[in-house]
């Protein structure tokens, strides 16, 4: 069984320490690269969003000498030859995978895939993680090079940093939708309504929008929020998630604190650096929205259609609610299923309320 060395923990840990560093959706690619390199050896890294519904990839590629359209327009047509890809949108299963866990050398070699670009990059040997994301965006990271094949050390590597990736790619959607936001600092901070909490290097409160402050004020009281001081709670997490980067070995992921206050929910998010720390929060809606239903790839129909099947509606309520008939709704229905992935309406709801929820 692989084990690391010391000399390896301490540079994974440097590596968990920068990968918190507040990014947003458009810098986190090249900041995954640049974080997976130190770790492993590699020829050619890659970050790739993969629709799978239209068939399409989006990809940073390291380095890059302009050949990221052609590499683009390859795996577009040759997705249905790539391993890696299948298992991970069969599976879910976003382990470290080798293309050598597929293939033979031989097998890999036969595929149009190899012989119309990895050849000319003289790639023998693919290593890649998959991260979670919304139906259809499949997000993988892939490190790539001639020869020898990637070992168990760094299929380990990969396996580490993996949960801290998907939980700096979710920071990284937190910090995008706050960043329009906090743009408007100017015309007053106090004016946002998302929930956007700024911290001293004491953890006390220096800046506090009213989104937050009325958040904080439902779910703690308004005597919790005097003497710029946190909850107790969420001090407490807040100095906890700190230390997580501090102590020897390997961490857990710095994952968000949700707070319960009977039906409701609220997730608190630390984006933090050694000059800042961002508060994100949000409430987590007591219905699923056809808006955000649709997020799943469904159309508008289907997600109001699946909206009312999470709040526990029947087809016939479903279909006096939506003017449609029972059999339409039914079709409908057949066909959230079907993109879903599950069998039955049950399975569907509790799919699309842990995806749409996820933190």
């Not at 890659?46 to 590499?71: F, K, T």
């Not at 168990?152 to 801290?164: F, G, V, Y």
């Not at 937190?174 to 956007?196: I, N, P, Y």
Request: net charge neutral; hydrophobic share 40%.
């Amino acid at each position: 069984m692989a084990r690391l060395s010391e000399r390896d923990l301490h540079v994974l840990l440097e590596v968990l320490r920068e990968i918190y560093q507040p990014r947003n959706l458009e810098a986190f690619p090249r900041h995954a690269i640049s974080a997976l390199l130190v770790l492993v050896s590699a020829d050619v890294i890659s970050y790739n969003e993969i629709n799978l519904r239209e068939g399409r990839v989006h990809g940073v590629i390291e380095p890059d000498h302009g050949e990221i359209a052609q590499y683009g327009s390859i795996l577009d047509q040759h997705m249905h030859e790539h391993p890696l890809i299948r298992y991970y949108s069969k599976t879910g299963d976003g382990r470290a995978m080798k293309i050598s866990d597929f293939l033979s050398r031989r097998q890999f070699h036969a595929l149009g895939l190899y012989n119309e670009f990895y050849r000319s990059w003289g790639i023998e040997n693919l290593m890649g993680v998959g991260l979670p994301a919304r139906a259809p965006l499949l997000i993988a990271i892939g490190v790539n090079r001639g020869r020898p094949d990637f070992t168990e050390r760094d299929r380990l590597c990969l396996d580490l940093l993996r949960p801290h990736l998907i939980q700096a790619y979710r920071n990284a959607e937190a910090v995008t939708l706050s960043e329009h936001e906090l743009g408007l600092m100017a015309c007053g901070f106090d004016k946002l309504r998302r929930g956007v909490v700024l911290l001293n290097s004491q953890r006390r409160v220096h800046l506090m929008s009213s989104g937050a402050r009325q958040t904080l004020g439902e779910f703690f009281g308004e005597a919790a929020l005097r003497n710029q001081r946190l909850p107790a709670d969420i001090e407490q997490w807040v100095r906890e998630q700190e230390g997580l980067l501090t102590v020897a070995g390997v961490p857990a992921p710095r994952k968000p604190l949700c707070i319960e206050r009977g039906e409701k929910r609220l997730w608190v998010r630390l984006v933090a650096d050694s000059n800042q720390k961002l508060l994100l929060l949000e409430k987590e809606a007591e219905d699923l929205s056809p808006a955000a239903c649709q997020s799943l790839g469904l159309s508008n129909r289907e997600a109001e259609v699946l909206a009312w099947v999470c709040q526990g509606k029947t087809n016939p309520e479903i279909a006096t609610i939506l003017a449609l008939s029972v059999r339409t709704v039914e079709k409908h229905l057949e066909h959230i299923l079907e993109e879903l992935g599950v069998e039955t309406r049950t399975a569907a709801a509790r799919l699309a309320l842990e995806i749409v929820r996820s933190p």
